[in-house]
């Protein structure tokens, strides 16, 4: 049974950081390509950074370039993400996921959908203004 878990988020002020983590069980983990998603209200959920197998490769979305960071430890099967420049349009939930289907980084990003791979239970980022 697959399990992901995420953690770290919260609420902070707008230019401020946080560091999110996903672990991950029941697959393994140094096989895949994974991500992160995020989902505000109202708003339909994008891959906002992807992670290949061994972190050689990774995709960002336009608006979190030169801000968020994605890394991964698969020693410690945890996928890790450092939002820094916090803006209050960053202010969603936050998902891990892998999607066995995707091994580039940006199909991930670009292509994942909540009805296939597995997802995590999210993680509530909350930037004020």
């Known amino acids: 049974q697959v399990q992901m878990v995420e953690s770290g988020g919260g609420l902070v002020q707008a230019g401020g950081s946080l560091r999110l983590s996903c672990t991950v069980s029941?697959?393994?983990?140094?096989?895949?390509?994974m991500g992160w998603f995020r989902q505000a209200p109202g708003i339909e959920r994008e891959g906002i950074s992807c992670?290949?197998?061994?972190?050689?490769?990774?995709y960002y979305t336009d608006s979190v370039k030169g801000r968020f960071t994605i890394s991964r430890d698969n020693a410690k099967n945890t996928l890790y993400l450092e939002l820094t420049s916090l803006k209050p349009e960053d202010t969603a939930m936050y998902y891990c996921?892998?999607?066995?289907?995707?091994?580039?980084?940006?199909?991930?990003?670009?292509?994942?959908?909540?009805?296939?791979?597995?997802w995590g239970q999210g993680t509530q980022v909350t930037v004020s203004s």
């Open positions: 992670i290949n197998w061994n972190g050689n490769n990774t």
């Open positions: 996921a892998v999607d066995p289907r995707y091994y580039r980084t940006s199909d991930l990003c670009l292509r994942g959908k909540t009805n296939s791979g597995y």
């Open positions: 029941g697959l393994t983990f140094d096989g895949y390509t």
